[in-house]
């Protein structure tokens, strides 16, 4: 089923993973606190697979789907982050991610708590000292809400309506062909390696507003490189969803399969010779355009709940970890590592 003149050599197959290179722990601030997060989180296993997509990013990719460029899908390839061949990463232009950060700030619960608090605190104190409010503090207080108001309703929607405007091709991305993952690190410097160097971790942090949500951050196993895997939802309450996540991820990179059958990659499907072969012999079940031909409300009465049941029943620590006895001087950690994984219990 491979196409071996297409795929490189160091391609991933979750089947085959190879023994990677030994582990060893460093010292330095940077390392501490990647081994820091390593030990709050935990650690996904590798190679085996739920064969379950995740309801999130199908829902966040019908405009992919229905986009009248996908008739052209070579030069579409070109402008979508996501394709056969890569998911793109760090390609948000620096002004842009700084607004987004003063966004989620300013639009936090965190910026009107600390308002109503000074509001509360100036009264009081006015209610003692029977003095006047002075108008500076009206101002800024009245500014501080409108700041919070703008942020909260309007930024979001303007920085969605001004995003591909502020792309950066900085071909950064992780590659289905090579198996290599590529990283911007800061200014002109950039990380390389294999995807499977890379440990997948799920972490429960509370957001800017204080609600916890479940994060997959792909941490690099032998340097302080991490990053937020750009799929699905930014935050998470279940983590079963996340888990998807990093099922879904996985297929994408292992060449020994067809693509995920998702929105975002049907327009590309026959651009990939593996999935093409698998398509040809009838095994998808669907026809080329079916999310093309699926409305998302549909999607979202009709079939969205069967999967979002699906992701929540199944027994994802029954999955086995192709990855465990792969990595020499870290069998104490896998050993911890696989334990916390067993014993997981999800709420719901």
Known sequence: MLNNSYYSETAYRGHRIPRQR???????????????????????????????????????????????ERKNPESFAKKVSWNHECLKIDNSHWLLEGLAFLTAVFGSRFVIGITLIVVFLVGVETYITKDRISDFIITILFCLLLIHLISHYVMPIFLEKIEQFFVVDRGCGLFRKTGMVRKHVT???????????????????????????YQLTL??????????????LEGVLDGRFRLADWDTLQ?????????????????????????????????????????????????????????RKAITSFYWQGLKDYMAGKVPGRE???????????????KG
């Open 22 to 68: 030994p582990y060893s722990k460093k010292n330095g601030i940077l390392y501490k606190m990647q081994d820091m997060h390593t030990k709050m989180a935990l650690r996904l296993p590798w190679g085996n697979y739920a064969n379950i997509d995740s309801a999130q990013i199908i829902d966040s990719g019908f405009e992919i789907a229905n986009d009248p």
């Open 187 to 213: 200014g002109k410097q950039y990380f390389e390696a294999p995807f499977t160097e890379f440990d997948a971790t799920l972490i429960n942090m509370p957001d800017i507003n204080g609600l916890p949500r």
């Open 251 to 307: 297929r994408f990179m292992d060449i020994s399969l067809p693509l995920p059958d998702i929105p975002q990659l049907e327009p590309f499907r026959a651009l990939d010779p593996v999935t093409a072969e698998y398509d040809k012999a009838g095994k998808r079940g669907r026809p080329d355009d079916y999310w093309a031909n699926l409305s998302h409300d549909d999607w979202f009465k009709n079939h969205e709940p069967e999967l």
């Open 219 to 232: 941490v690099h196993r032998y340097q302080p490189i991490s990053f937020n895997v750009p799929i699905g």
């Open 332 to 346: 104490e950690e896998d050993q911890i590592a696989r334990s916390r994984w067993c014993s997981m219990k999800w």
